[in-house]
T-cell receptor, first 115, second 113 residues
Framework: DAGVIQSPRHEVTEMGQEVTLRCKPISGHDYLFWYRQTMMRGLELLIYFNNNVPIDDSGMPEDRFSAKMPNASFSTLKIQPSEPRDSAVYFC?????????????FGPGTRLTVL | GENVEQHPSTLSVQEGDSAVIKCTYSDSASNYFPWYKQELGKRPQLIIDIRSNVGEKKDQRIAVTLNKTAKHFSLHITETQPEDSAVYFCAAPYLTNAGKSTFGDGTTLTVKP
């Protein structure tokens, strides 16, 4: 298995633009997580899905952020409009079984820079 | 809410010495405790985990110990090498919701040659 796949790996955009990050989880995994990592705030969980259904989006910072999982092999995280404070590394992760009780496999991350 | 505390935040050791990182958790029902290693510019990756039915687990130079009474677990790295330099995160099931984890704030380990 190729592991969790994320695209793009790097994204540089200007304030106000829409940004879409993509993730393909490991085949067969039923949980998918979106994290944001910054020096100041560490590793933050934004949202997670179970069997393609959003379960907990309490970590989504504001309405500018949205996430979807239209099928078991694809998820997107969208920021519209983007702001400089959204600059961070965004990780997607997946697990077989509940994330609190099983290993989470992280993708390589997307480094987002908003100018 | 947040239920994991990790210490120290930074740790510097000489090559060959041991390193210990500790995490405390608040939910006595927690039963899964992983440790992730994140090298600079890379993704977090699991290096060892332990479930609450055992007190210790070893894998070559790394080990994890669990004290359920005191609600803490520790990562032990022996005979440290420069390639052990990284950020280490502990995690535990989120309080009242095991669907997700709470991660510690991370420990930056530097192994000096």
């Amino acid at each position: 298995d190729a592991g969790v796949i994320q695209s793009p790996r790097h994204e540089v955009t200007e304030m106000g633009q829409e940004v879409t990050l993509r993730c393909k989880p490991i085949s067969g995994h039923d949980y998918l997580f979106w994290y944001r990592q910054t020096m100041m705030r560490g590793l933050e969980l934004l949202i997670y899905f179970n069997n393609n259904v959003p379960i907990d989006d309490s970590g989504m910072p504001e309405d500018r952020f949205s996430a979807k999982m239209p099928n078991a092999s694809f998820s997107t995280l969208k920021i519209q409009p983007s702001e400089p404070r959204d600059s961070a590394v965004y990780f997607c992760a997946s697990s077989l079984g509940a994330g609190g009780n099983n290993e989470q496999f992280f993708g390589p991350g997307t480094r987002l820079t908003v100018l | 809410g947040e239920n994991v505390e990790q210490h120290p935040s930074t740790l510097s050791v000489q090559e060959g010495d041991s390193a210990v990182i500790k995490c405390t958790y608040s939910d006595s029902a927690s039963n899964y405790f992983p440790w992730y290693k994140q090298e600079l510019g890379k993704r977090p990756q699991l290096i060892i985990d332990i479930r609450s039915n055992v007190g210790e687990k070893k894998d070559q130079r790394i080990a994890v110990t669990l004290n359920k009474t005191a609600k803490h677990f520790s990562l032990h790295i022996t005979e440290t090498q420069p390639e052990d330099s990284a950020v280490y995160f502990c995690a535990a099931p989120y309080l009242t919701n095991a669907g997700k984890s709470t991660f510690g704030d991370g420990t930056t380990l530097t192994v000096k040659p």
